[in-house]
């Protein structure tokens, strides 16, 4: 799973998207934000393509899911709250094995706006 | 509701010793529980899970996880601490079936010392 960029700093008010894109044919993919005390949050999470819901914190946050492979997080309108390290994953549900629910998790997007 | 709770922010043990990482459980139904690490400036890496079957899960270098279905809990333990295990560990539970959504804990820290 790979993320980009890995830093940015932006106003408020200036919109970004968070780049998230992985090579292993998963079908679900998810979006994390991490807070010191506050653990990781589901931000939004997609189960296939076209397929999105909302996770825990999806306020200010919105996502689509075009093809299999990316899974972008877009900022309209960044506030200062959303300062926070952000992370992608996807899921593996199966292996030939059986049942395996393994999530693989990108680097981290650490994003800062003021 | 599914929760996760990890009473202690920080554990500190000697190189050697057995170490104890505590997670409980809140979750509607079976659970599927996890652990995961996360190391300075990378993102989390998967370390074992509970899907269903024995209690004592096996999981990467050399960590182990108990499922206790009466005490709601997984902790996770090594029977000998190495310091290269010093990292940020989270344990995560999401419900067997019905949603896609996990709830991680909010982290804890191990500092294995020399």
């Known amino acids: 799973v790979t993320q980009t960029p890995k830093f940015q700093v932006l106003k408020t008010g200036q919109s970004m998207t968070l780049q998230c894109a992985q090579d292993?044919?998963?079908?679900?993919m998810y979006w994390y934000r991490q807070d010191p005390g506050l653990g990781l949050r589901q931000i939004y999470y997609?189960?296939?393509?076209?397929?999105?819901d909302k996770g825990d914190v999806p306020e200010g946050y919105k996502v689509s899911r075009k093809e299999k492979r990316n899974f972008p997080l877009i900022l309209e309108s960044p506030s200062p709250n959303q300062t926070s390290l952000y992370f992608c994953?996807?899921?593996?549900?199966?292996?030939?094995?059986?049942?395996?629910?393994?999530?693989?998790f990108g680097p981290g997007t650490r994003l800062t706006v003021l | 509701a599914q929760s996760v709770a990890q009473p202690e922010d920080q554990v500190n043990v000697a190189e050697g010793n057995p170490l104890t990482v505590k997670c409980t459980y809140s979750?509607?139904?079976?659970?599927?529980l996890f652990w995961y690490v996360q190391y300075p400036n990378r993102g989390l890496q998967f370390l074992l899970k509970?899907?269903?079957?024995?209690?004592l899960v096996k999981g990467s270098y050399g960590f182990e996880a108990e499922f206790n279905k009466s005490q709601t809990s997984f902790h996770l333990k090594k029977p000998s601490a190495l310091v290269s295990d010093s990292a940020l560990y989270f344990c995560?539970?999401?419900?067997?079936?019905?949603?896609?959504?996990?709830?991680f804990g909010t982290g804890t820290r191990l500092k294995v010392l020399a």
């Open positions: 292993m044919n998963h079908n679900s």
């Open positions: 979750v509607s139904g079976n659970p599927y």
């Open positions: 995560a539970v999401r419900r067997a079936s019905g949603t896609y959504k996990y709830i």
């Open positions: 994953a996807s899921r593996q549900m199966e292996t030939s094995g059986g049942l395996t629910d393994t999530q693989y």
């Open positions: 509970y899907i269903t079957g024995d209690n």
């Open positions: 997609s189960m296939n393509v076209e397929v999105t």
